[in-house]
């Protein structure tokens, strides 16, 4: 009997652990997408991230850190995020890019699992290796991307252009 007060004891203990393991939501840079927008701005600037554009309803910011920036969008209460946008520091190298890219989706991985859609190379006769792959997301012919899910949305990750026209890493964290 003791042995098996034991076991019961041990099993919930466990079991809380265990089911916040399979529940994964939103998150980027420690903000999480229930976080209001002044929350959200705090946590980034603690980082060292700094704004660079806030608008004036308060339902849009802008912050940068050392090439990274991050974009927070607010739901129309402004009471949480509804997405969040991170583009890693852009590169015209290619290897640089794909590095970026491999690293930052084995880190979801860690995080969400494996992905739930994925795509990878090169419209028309453009292919990885081929020294115009910089000309390729340029011209949106690139498609490095992968979907992630977790309880409250969707995360894509992919290779684009940001908005001066630089290939970068673009993660999308999106609220359902």
């Given amino acids: 009997m003791k ?13 809380p652990s265990i089911t916040a393991q399979t529940k994964r939501y939103l998150q980027c840079d420690g903000v999480n997408m229930s976080n209001s927008l002044t929350e959200s701005i705090n946590i980034l600037r603690s980082q060292g991230y700094m704004i660079i554009r806030l608008n004036r309803d308060s339902t849009f910011c802008e912050l940068v850190r050392a090439g990274d920036r991050v974009a927070l ?23 640089f890019l794909t590095g970026n890219y491999k690293k930052t989706k084995l880190n979801l991985m860690g995080f969400y699992g494996d992905p739930v859609k994925e795509t990878k190379g090169f419209e028309g006769t453009n292919f990885e ?17 992968c979907t992630f899910k977790a309880s409250d949305g969707d995360i894509i990750l992919s290779i684009t252009i940001d908005p001066q026209y630089v290939p970068c890493v673009e993660t999308i964290y999106m609220k359902k």
Avoid: Q
């Fill in 129 to 145: 290796g081929s020294g115009v792959e910089y000309r390729s997301v340029v011209d949106g012919k690139c498609r490095y991307s």
């Fill in 73 to 95: 969008n607010t739901t129309p209460d402004k009471s949480a995020l509804k997405m969040i946008i991170h583009r890693s520091e852009g590169s015209n190298y290619w290897p």
């Fill in 3 to 15: 042995k098996f007060l034991l076991t019961v004891a041990i099993i919930l203990a466990v079991l």
